[in-house]
């Protein structure tokens, strides 16, 4: 944000940073068999949820918002159910982060509130970018909890930082 951004937006961008740095660190401790594991027989496997992350990210801020680099564009071009390696998604992970730290450092407060008619939609229902922030963030957060559920529920323990003291 190019404004001076308030105490609770930089807390949960810093929040969300710190949730995207484990996820990646969960995803590059696994075996490239690991990223098969499912929840349920009927739920997307570990390296699909992490494809499905990236995609979200993709698709709002290239495709639709029209902002990023060649990069980004390479990661539009992903075919759903393909399987990609550790370094691939996690790769993916850390370039479309780099975007949304982008764009979060030059989007002006106007631009964050400024009406967005979505083709698809029509102006009776607009978004604006702030919306599609928080679109992303919990988006993120449901399919790296997805992540997390599927990885436990087949005995792999995710590594959290410790909590917080008690007496705060």
Same mark, same amino acid.
């Given at each position: ?18 949730? #995207?740095? #484990? ?10 068999? #690991?990223?098969?594991?499912?929840? @349920? ?5 570990? @390296? ?7 995609? @979200? ?23 759903? @159910? ?48 702030a919306w599609v922030i928080w679109h992303i963030l919990e988006h993120d957060l449901h399919h790296g909890g997805e992540i997390s559920h599927s ?18």
């Amino acid at each position: 944000m190019s404004t001076t951004p308030s105490t609770l937006a930089s807390a949960v961008v810093a929040g969300w940073k710190e949730y #995207q740095e #484990q996820l990646i660190v969960t995803l590059r401790t696994l075996a490239p068999e #690991q990223l098969a594991i499912r929840a @349920g027989s009927d739920l997307r496997p570990v @390296g699909e949820i992490a494809a499905h992350i990236v995609e @979200g990210r993709v698709s709002w801020l290239f495709s639709v918002l029209k902002e990023g680099d060649a990069e980004i564009a390479s990661l539009a071009e992903w075919e759903a @159910g393909t399987t990609r390696s550790v370094a691939e998604y996690t790769r993916a992970l850390e370039a479309t982060w780099k975007l949304v730290e982008d764009v979060l450092a030059c989007w002006t407060p106007e631009e964050l509130a400024e009406s967005i008619i979505l083709p698809w939609i029509g102006p009776k229902y607009p978004i604006t970018r702030a919306w599609v922030i928080w679109h992303i963030l919990e988006h993120d957060l449901h399919h790296g909890g997805e992540i997390s559920h599927s990885l436990g529920s087949h005995g792999l323990a995710i590594e959290l930082p410790p909590p917080p003291p008690k007496d705060l």
